[in-house]
């Protein structure tokens, strides 16, 4: 299947009436395994990836984050949805850019946190959260 083509399933998943369940694979095996399980979209855990590899929350950089998309992506068929944590910067290009990046691994959808990086606990003011989800929607385009 294509990524044009998963990220139109992506969308008819989200035009149907109700809701629709996603699985939170941790590794390619993890993938698997909630593909045979009949789930009809995948969305990462930067959490659980991280707890995989022994590292803590947020502890994982953006480069080896992306390696792990790209391995996800190429592990089913299924849609995969990208947690791209705050987006690995504080400034909406930083954000556009992972966007741009991780669309390359193969995802067709993500979410952006707001959590400020800076004051544990707190979030971002929203006009700066709101600016970096166009700066997101614009680098989808």
Do not use: K
């Amino acid at each position: 299947m294509t990524q044009l083509q998963r990220a139109e399933a992506f969308q008819d998943l989200h035009r149907q009436p109700g809701l629709f369940m996603v699985a939170n694979p941790w590794d390619t095996g993890s993938a698997r395994l909630l593909a045979s399980l009949g789930f009809p979209a995948l969305a990462s855990t930067s959490a659980g990836a991280a707890a995989a590899w022994g590292e803590p929350d947020y502890g994982v950089d953006r480069d080896r984050m992306l390696a792990h998309l790209r391995e996800l992506a190429a592990a089913t068929d299924l849609p995969l949805s990208a947690d791209l944590e705050d987006g690995y910067g504080s400034q909406p290009e930083d954000v556009a850019e992972t966007i741009r990046l991780a669309a390359a691994t193969g995802v067709v959808g993500a979410s952006i946190e707001d959590i400020d990086r800076h004051r544990p606990g707190h979030c971002l003011p929203l006009a700066v959260a709101v600016e970096r989800v166009e700066a997101a929607v614009d680098a989808a385009r």
